[in-house]
T-cell receptor, first 114, second 113 residues
Framework: DSGVTQTPKHLITATGQRVTLRCSPRSGDLSVYWYQQSLDQGLQFLIQYYNGEERAKGNILERFSAQQFPDLHSELNLSSLELGDSALYFC?????????????FGPGTRLTVL | QQQVKQSPQSLIVQKGGISIINCAYENTAFDYFPWYQQFPGKGPALLIAIRPDVSEKKEGRFTISFNKSAKQFSLHIMDSQPGDSATYFCAANRGSTLGRLYFGRGTQLTVWP
């Protein structure tokens, strides 16, 4: 158990809908990262937050947004969903200092868009 | 553009054998190289990591070999066991930035009993 929690575990929805994925980082970790995993694209970085502030953006679509709250949990919002958004979405967290590079992944949310 | 290239895509090894997975990178600014292990239905789990100031790091049956001049690093699993059957990902980032990881495409390892 990495200490990172994600809810829900599975999500099935229809095209055009909007969903919210939730992540709670390990206790004390300030950084949260969101990654998308699909068979054709592998593990792709979406966005990073550090202590409530957006720190870096990757291949995140404009239909997707995220935020990190004062209690450090994070939410990833996916809107106007398309079939191609079906994937596993992982959240990871990391601490600071010399071990700040160690990213610990949650169990993921499997999104299926029908 | 794939910043980290991983091979092979799949690997079948007999129990007790050595599994070797290779990765190559282009960005010389990368200075942190972790390996992750992922079982079906689970998130990637950090297995072992290395920084370029050493050429090898060993933890139990898992060893990372690092060749800075060739910009390559590899994972060796000694005495491979059926329980090691999983997908392995190499990754890299600029450690000083505590930023995103660039992942390889993964290697599906199957260890036959």
């Amino acid at each position: 158990d990495s200490g990172v929690t994600q809810t829900p575990k599975h999500l099935i929805t229809a095209t055009g809908q909007r969903v919210t994925l939730r992540c709670s980082p390990r206790s004390g970790d300030l950084s949260v990262y969101w990654y998308q995993q699909s068979l054709d694209q592998g593990l792709q970085f979406l966005i990073q937050y550090y202590n409530g502030e957006e720190r870096a953006k990757g291949n995140i679509l404009e239909r997707f947004s995220a935020q990190q709250f004062p209690d450090l949990h994070s939410e990833l919002n996916l809107s106007s969903l398309e079939l191609g958004d079906s994937a596993l979405y992982f959240c990871a967290s990391s601490g600071y200092g010399t071990r700040g590079n160690e990213q610990f992944f949650g169990p993921g949310t499997r999104l299926t868009v029908l | 553009q794939q910043q980290v290239k991983q091979s092979p895509q799949s690997l079948i090894v007999q129990k007790g054998g050595i599994s070797i997975i290779n990765c190559a990178y282009e960005n010389t600014a990368f200075d942190y190289f972790p390996w992750y292990q992922q079982f079906p239905g689970k998130g990637p789990a950090l297995l072992i990591a290395i920084r370029p100031d050493v050429s090898e790091k060993k933890e139990g049956r898992f060893t990372i070999s690092f060749n800075k001049s060739a910009k390559q690093f590899s994972l060796h699993i000694m005495d491979s066991q059926p329980g090691d059957s999983a997908t392995y990902f190499c990754a890299a980032n600029r450690g000083s930035t505590l930023g995103r990881l660039y992942f390889g495409r993964g290697t599906q390892l199957t260890v036959w009993p």
